[in-house]
């Protein structure tokens, strides 16, 4: 009855989402736990995709910025002040998306939260990064007076719009004393790599 059982297989649940795998039907719960395709969902709409489909779906349907970036390259962010919480996709040369979200700084203290998180369904980590938060100069045309950097393992988020923004792996409360000039914008590089 074993030898039936193993011969009998069966599609990823997720293979409308691009997933190309066929498996024995009594491992198809745990294939499904630990799938790179299992779906993102866009928090406003309800729609549901892979995370490279749901990036075209963000930026026509709602406008949310997106960029390329590279492993192991350190990428500038400059980030405005708002009243706002700002989300950025960033898509990696391997399609892999990523956010980075900057919280409005509506705590007492002026404080802005920082979160990078991996926009994918139900994966493990698979990727660490380093985050810097670079202070003003002390006059214009000095060097940065401070700056601070955080390194963690990215978490993941199948739903980008309700990233927690007080919590994360990759995560930074920046001070007032670390946004620049009056605008209070925030001087951010991150840099993201891939684990083998």
Same mark, same amino acid.
């Given at each position: 009855?074993?030898v ?8 990823c649940?997720?293979k409308r989402?691009? $997933?190309?795998?066929?498996m024995?039907?009594?491992s198809?719960a @745990?294939h499904?736990a630990?799938c790179r395709?299992?779906? $993102?969902?866009c928090? @406003? $709409?309800?729609f549901?995709?892979s995370p490279?489909s749901l990036?075209?779906h963000?930026t026509a ?6 960029e =390329? ?5 350190? =990428?500038s ?5 708002s009243e706002e @919480? ?7 040369e391997d399609? %892999?998306?990523?956010l980075?979200a ?7 203290g002026g404080?802005r ?5 991996c926009v994918?369904?139900?994966?493990k980590?698979l990727?660490?990064g ?8 002390a006059a214009p045309?000095?060097p940065l007076?401070?700056?601070?950097q955080? =390194?963690?393992?990215v978490?993941? %988020? ?5 990233v927690?923004m007080e ?6 409360h920046v001070?007032?004393n670390?946004m620049h000039?009056?605008s209070g914008?925030?001087?951010l590089?991150? $840099? ?5």
């Amino acid at each position: 009855m074993d030898v039936m059982v193993d011969v009998y297989t069966v599609e990823c649940l997720y293979k409308r989402f691009g $997933c190309p795998t066929s498996m024995a039907y009594h491992s198809v719960a @745990d294939h499904a736990a630990s799938c790179r395709h299992a779906p $993102c969902y866009c928090f @406003d $709409c309800r729609f549901d995709s892979s995370p490279v489909s749901l990036v075209g779906h963000l930026t026509a349907r709602h406008s949310w910025p997106v960029e =390329k970036i590279q492993y192991e390259v350190a =990428k500038s962010f400059v980030v405005p002040a708002s009243e706002e @919480d700002k989300r950025r996709l960033l898509v990696a040369e391997d399609n %892999c998306v990523f956010l980075l979200a900057v919280g409005a700084g509506r705590d007492p203290g002026g404080r802005r939260p920082v979160n990078v998180v991996c926009v994918r369904g139900n994966a493990k980590p698979l990727y660490t990064g380093v985050l810097w938060v670079d202070g003003p100069p002390a006059a214009p045309g000095q060097p940065l007076t401070s700056s601070f950097q955080l =390194k963690a393992t990215v978490a993941s %988020c199948s739903v980008p719009g309700e990233v927690d923004m007080e919590q994360g792996w990759l995560h930074a409360h920046v001070d007032p004393n670390m946004m620049h000039g009056e605008s209070g914008e925030l001087h951010l590089r991150l $840099c993201l790599t891939k684990l083998s």
